[in-house]
């Protein structure tokens, strides 16, 4: 469908070809463009061919998170917590004769046939938004005036009134000898072998969940990082939880390692520590961070800041240093979250074309890490909370067995924790390590969001029997601490 400038695009700048050009077509992108089209605005957006594994002229509709990030790698953990269920059935009365095979060709042959669906579904979107799409990788000429380098090697040129970066971010390698023998989360949820023996380098989102996806399918994991628990930025104590659930279920830590170097042997990869240990791996996995995709941008040419890891500066409302040119998402380098990008796009539209100025709201955001039983969180950790706090932090604890386990005899316990203002009784944060902790924490998350107090939770009935119904029986006080004692940490 065809659009007309709008009218603050006409006269002197009407010779401009959209009123919104975005580049990206991620979470972010997809929903800057289409809601800004929402309003009326002319829009095209760019994005590079459709491929699993990104590079740097390959990509696709839906960006990180539909094609090589949370959707796959939320399919793979669905695939190896079934051998959990396999070993807990047992006690259920199922009688499993023999061994039960596993095709991993079959699981990544139906996580491929998913994200091409879900690409063209956001092809769909934009097309049926009004939105122009364009084929291939987009750089900034001017503060008007965006290039797009085609995948024949032609260069288009386009103006626009405003220009929406949302390119995202990239797996980023250690640098250390034989780095080219290991693989990012990229290439992790596209092999063509599952691999017997892994190593994992890093302890955050990424490391914990492919630890706990190899495991789950059988693998041999070692799990390597720098702190002394996995998982930093998070709650302590929780941390604590998922590293001795790691640990239930086979994986091996090694906290406080690094690795040194990487070889290629007829055994497979060798594996050096910084302790001076070898180990023997099929894959090695560096899940170490990742890096704003911000380089092939020509940024500095048009005044556009950046930070010293590439991250674009940009104000409260996600504005540049140059006026009409916008940043959403990981590109950004605030809270790198799909959801974080879907509001940030959002404000920006509704800021720009809505004539609805709001600044996204990043107090309270839920998030999820899917290793095997999961970890939920939202609000303040107990650290996070002592290190704000004007009053006493009352914590409140919850570790039980589910009633699932205590017929299957797994030894694994769900911890649930409140974090608590004494003065004003608001709950400040919440967390869970357990089965469903995702689906239970959205739930959660929209008490914070409003203002809910601990006698809220309280006053409030229960779903039994269901863990979920913890959060609201938690009577007992485990620690009331003072801020003026708050402990130092370097976990």
Same mark, same amino acid.
């Given at each position: 469908?065809?659009?007309?400038?709008?009218?603050?695009?006409?006269?002197?700048?009407?010779?401009?070809?959209?009123?919104?050009?975005?580049?990206?077509?991620?979470?972010?992108?997809?929903?800057?463009?289409?809601?800004?089209?929402?309003?009326?605005?002319?829009?095209? %957006?760019? =994005?590079?061919?459709?491929?699993?594994?990104?590079?740097?002229?390959?990509?696709?509709?839906?960006? $990180?998170?539909? %094609?090589?990030?949370?959707?796959?790698?939320?399919?793979?953990?669905? *695939?190896?917590?079934?051998?959990?269920?396999?070993?807990?059935?047992?006690?259920?009365?199922?009688?499993?004769?023999?061994?039960?095979?596993? #095709?991993?060709?079959?699981?990544?042959?139906?996580? $491929?046939?998913?994200?091409?669906?879900?690409?063209?579904?956001?092809?769909?979107?934009?097309? #049926?938004?009004?939105?122009?799409?364009?084929?291939?990788?987009?750089?900034?000429?001017?503060?008007?005036?965006?290039?797009?380098?085609?995948?024949?090697?032609?260069?288009?040129?386009?103006?626009?009134?405003? @220009?929406?970066?949302?390119?995202?971010?990239?797996?980023?390698?250690?640098?250390?000898?034989?780095?080219?023998?290991?693989?990012?989360?990229?290439?992790?949820?596209?092999?063509?072998?599952?691999?017997?023996?892994?190593?994992?380098?890093?302890?955050?989102?990424?490391?914990?969940?492919?630890?706990?996806?190899?495991?789950?399918?059988?693998?041999?994991?070692?799990?390597?990082?720098?702190?002394?628990?996995?998982?930093?930025?998070?709650?302590?104590?929780?941390? &604590?939880?998922?590293?001795?659930?790691?640990? *239930?279920?086979?994986?091996?830590?090694?906290?406080?390692?690094?690795?040194?170097?990487?070889?290629?042997?007829?055994?497979? @990869?060798?594996?050096?520590?910084?302790?001076?240990?070898?180990? %023997?791996?099929?894959?090695?996995?560096?899940?170490?961070?990742?890096?704003?995709?911000?380089?092939?941008?020509?940024?500095?040419?048009?005044?556009?800041?950046?930070?010293?890891?590439?991250?674009?500066?940009?104000?409260?409302?996600?504005?540049?240093?140059?006026?009409? @040119?916008?940043?959403?998402?990981?590109?950004? #380098?605030?809270? #790198?979250?799909?959801?974080?990008?879907?509001?940030?796009?959002?404000?920006?539209?509704? &800021?720009?074309?809505?004539?609805?100025? %709001?600044?996204?709201?990043?107090?309270?955001?839920?998030?999820?890490?899917?290793?095997?039983?999961?970890?939920?969180?939202?609000?303040?950790?107990?650290?996070?909370?002592?290190?704000?706090?004007?009053?006493?932090?009352?914590?409140?604890?919850?570790?039980?067995?589910?009633?699932?386990?205590?017929?299957?005899?797994?030894?694994?316990?769900?911890?649930?924790?409140?974090?608590?203002?004494?003065?004003?009784?608001?709950?400040?944060?919440?967390?869970?390590?357990?089965?469903?902790?995702?689906? @239970?924490?959205?739930?959660?998350?929209?008490?914070?969001?409003?203002?809910?107090?601990?006698?809220?939770?309280?006053?409030?009935?229960?779903?039994?029997?269901?863990?979920?119904? =913890?959060?609201?029986?938690?009577?007992?006080? &485990?620690?009331?601490?003072?801020?003026?004692?708050?402990?130092?940490?370097?976990?």
């Amino acid at each position: 469908m065809a659009r007309k400038m709008l009218k603050d695009g006409e006269g002197a700048e009407g010779s401009y070809d959209y009123d919104l050009f975005v580049i990206g077509a991620g979470s972010g992108g997809v929903r800057g463009s289409r809601t800004s089209a929402g309003f009326g605005a002319k829009v095209a %957006i760019c =994005e590079l061919p459709f491929h699993p594994i990104s590079s740097e002229w390959l990509g696709g509709h839906g960006g $990180t998170c539909v %094609i090589r990030g949370c959707v796959p790698k939320k399919i793979l953990v669905y *695939g190896a917590s079934f051998r959990g269920e396999f070993e807990d059935s047992k006690q259920f009365g199922w009688e499993i004769n023999g061994d039960v095979n596993y #095709n991993w060709k079959k699981l990544l042959e139906n996580k $491929t046939q998913e994200i091409v669906r879900l690409n063209g579904i956001y092809k769909r979107i934009l097309g #049926n938004s009004g939105v122009t799409m364009i084929e291939g990788a987009g750089s900034i000429v001017d503060a008007h005036t965006v290039e797009v380098t085609q995948p024949d090697g032609s260069k288009q040129r386009h103006t626009t009134k405003h @220009i929406l970066i949302a390119t995202g971010s990239r797996a980023t390698r250690v640098n250390i000898p034989g780095k080219e023998l290991a693989i990012t989360s990229d290439e992790a949820l596209s092999l063509e072998e599952l691999p017997k023996r892994a190593v994992i380098l890093g302890g955050g989102y990424i490391a914990v969940e492919f630890a706990s996806i190899w495991r789950g399918l059988g693998a041999e994991v070692d799990l390597f990082y720098r702190k002394e628990l996995p998982l930093r930025g998070f709650d302590d104590e929780m941390r &604590t939880i998922v590293a001795s659930n790691l640990e *239930g279920r086979g994986i091996r830590l090694h906290p406080g390692t690094n690795l040194t170097e990487l070889s290629k042997t007829a055994d497979g @990869i060798k594996v050096v520590t910084d302790k001076g240990d070898e180990l %023997i791996a099929d894959v090695v996995l560096f899940a170490t961070g990742r890096a704003p995709n911000s380089n092939r941008l020509n940024l500095e040419a048009v005044g556009v800041e950046v930070d010293h890891v590439g991250a674009i500066k940009v104000d409260e409302y996600s504005r540049t240093s140059v006026p009409n @040119i916008w940043a959403v998402g990981d590109v950004t #380098n605030r809270i #790198n979250l799909t959801p974080v990008a879907l509001m940030e796009a959002t404000c920006f539209s509704k &800021t720009v074309f809505g004539g609805q100025p %709001i600044k996204p709201d990043y107090k309270d955001v839920p998030c999820a890490v899917f290793c095997i039983p999961p970890l939920s969180v939202v609000g303040l950790s107990e650290q996070e909370a002592l290190e704000e706090a004007k009053n006493d932090i009352l914590v409140y604890t919850s570790s039980f067995n589910p009633m699932k386990n205590s017929i299957s005899k797994r030894q694994e316990k769900s911890v649930m924790k409140l974090v608590v203002d004494a003065e004003t009784d608001k709950v400040l944060g919440a967390a869970m390590s357990g089965p469903d902790a995702a689906e @239970i924490m959205q739930g959660i998350a929209v008490a914070l969001k409003a203002g809910a107090t601990k006698a809220t939770f309280d006053s409030t009935v229960g779903i039994h029997p269901s863990a979920a119904e =913890e959060f609201v029986t938690m009577r007992t006080l &485990t620690r009331r601490v003072s801020p003026a004692s708050k402990p130092k940490t370097n976990l």
